[in-house]
């Protein structure tokens, strides 16, 4: 008989390192198509392999099971998470919280750099120390930077509120599980997202490439014929019947859309879930200081008047719309995707990416400004921005500066974790208040 021959193609990372001794990988999420999973562990396997196994080989070479028992309680610990993820008020955070952090951002930047040069500003050097005065947080020094110990408790808190007792009391494991989401957040995420530069090209992409405006068409020369008539005549009558279809389509899907809502939800009685989109409008109104010009004032008070009275509908149905949005797994898979991509660029931890110059900071930071000056059509812009170009700019000018220290930005990024901590473990709420 023929040798048998193994298979060539080789196992993934994730089997070979995680569940070597493992016919299949066991799923780490319960309604979680497989392609998440197995993206979920790949990452896991990297991070362990590049932050664990480097200093653990050298303690010791024979000890194979160390890293699969990590795994272990990783995975625990992210299923005792999912029923945690699906209770938790994810709509409350996108279009209350948030905003609301935004909102009060943008107001104590404007006025820690009013009190700057004042006698308000009494020890208070910098525009960071004067943010810090108005902000202040346990997470934070005065000069803004984020102290690795806050961090490190509240993993190890969530730690405590995930794990069974026989995980938690084996330290060494978790001190080691600890340290690995310090490592990636402290060391690789939260530096790069708190830089101005990052945060306005993150902008610039969502917004994409501006609108090439349309040329208009030569008029022919000629004289207009029967035939020249008899066709636009009917290429009129084609693009009324197409857009009265397009609209006929737009209305029965929004309709179905509005009834299969209606029959899912419930009337809203949590007074925590009552006006809860109004603080998206009060954020508008704070990022474009629309309180500072009459017409965009008044547009304003309209605006928050129609919150009030659309609120019943509103609050019963965008919590709907932001939660099948954002609970899609879809998203999920590609934000792990594109995380392991900039974490894990070839199997490894690449090198720090290389910022940009502050020529090219200032070229990005121009293209937003005008990327958000032309946004807006010519029939709006004058009441909401200003009435000419350079008022505009002013107006964008004063939308981007809140977001443009790094110091400032280390605060709502603590106080976006608070709140996303909190909506997932309301225990630590309590700890705090005790």
């Not at 298979?7 to 299949?24: E, G, H």
């Not at 005792?80 to 919280?97: I, K």
């Not at 009013?114 to 997470?139: C, D, K, M, N, V």
Request: contains cysteine; charged residues 20%; glycine residues 4%.
């Amino acid at each position: 008989m023929p040798p048998s021959h193994k298979s060539s193609v080789p196992l993934p990372l994730a089997r070979r390192l995680l569940f070597p001794n493992a016919a299949t990988t066991p799923r780490l999420l319960s309604d979680a198509p497989q392609e998440l999973n197995d993206e979920l562990y790949d990452f896991l396997a990297l991070a362990l392999r590049a932050f664990v196994l480097p200093w653990w080989s050298k303690l010791t070479k024979y000890d194979k099971e160390f890293l699969p028992e990590i795994a272990r309680v990783v995975t625990h610990a992210v299923r005792a998470l999912e029923p945690r993820a699906r209770r938790a008020d994810v709509s409350g955070l996108v279009l209350r919280d948030v905003p609301a952090l935004l909102a009060q951002h943008y107001a104590d930047f404007h006025a820690a750099r009013l009190r700057l040069g004042t006698s308000y500003a009494a020890g208070e050097g910098t525009l960071a120390e004067a943010f810090h005065s108005l902000q202040p947080h346990i997470a934070l020094t005065p000069e803004g930077a984020i102290r690795d110990e806050y961090l490190r408790q509240a993993v190890e808190r969530v730690l405590q509120l995930l794990l069974p007792p026989q995980d938690w009391n084996a330290q060494a494991e978790r001190e080691i599980v600890r340290e690995i989401f310090v490592k990636v957040l402290i060391g690789d995420v939260f530096p790069r997202i708190v830089q101005p530069w990052f945060i306005q090209k993150m902008v610039l992409e969502v917004l994409g490439p501006p609108r090439t405006a349309l040329l208009p068409r030569p008029r022919p020369s000629s004289p207009v014929s029967s035939h020249a008539l008899l066709v636009l005549f009917l290429s009129a009558v084609q693009g009324i019947s197409t857009a009265c279809l397009a609209a006929i389509a737009v209305f029965q899907r929004a309709y179905h859309g509005v009834a299969a809502i209606h029959a899912a939800s419930k009337p809203v009685t949590d007074p925590a879930r009552q006006g809860i989109s109004r603080p998206i409008v009060d954020l508008v109104g704070e990022v474009l200081t629309m309180r500072a010009r009459f017409a965009s004032a008044m547009v304003l008070a309209f605006l928050q008047m129609c919150m009030i009275v659309l609120s019943p509908w509103v609050d019963r149905y965008a919590p709907h719309v932001i939660e099948e949005q954002l609970c899609n797994p879809n998203l999920l898979l590609k934000i792990v995707q594109q995380g392991k991509k900039l974490l894990f660029p070839n199997g490894w931890p690449g090198p720090p990416p290389v910022d940009p110059t502050p020529e090219e900071q200032v070229v990005i930071r121009e293209s937003l400004e005008i990327r958000l000056a032309g946004l807006l059509p010519d029939a709006v812009a004058p009441v909401l921005i200003g009435p000419d170009m350079p008022a505009r700019r002013l107006t964008i000018k004063s939308a981007i500066d809140p977001l443009t220290s790094v110091a400032c930005n280390n605060h709502l990024l603590i106080l976006v974790l608070d709140a996303l901590l909190l909506m997932l473990f309301p225990e630590m709420g309590c700890d705090a208040s005790s």
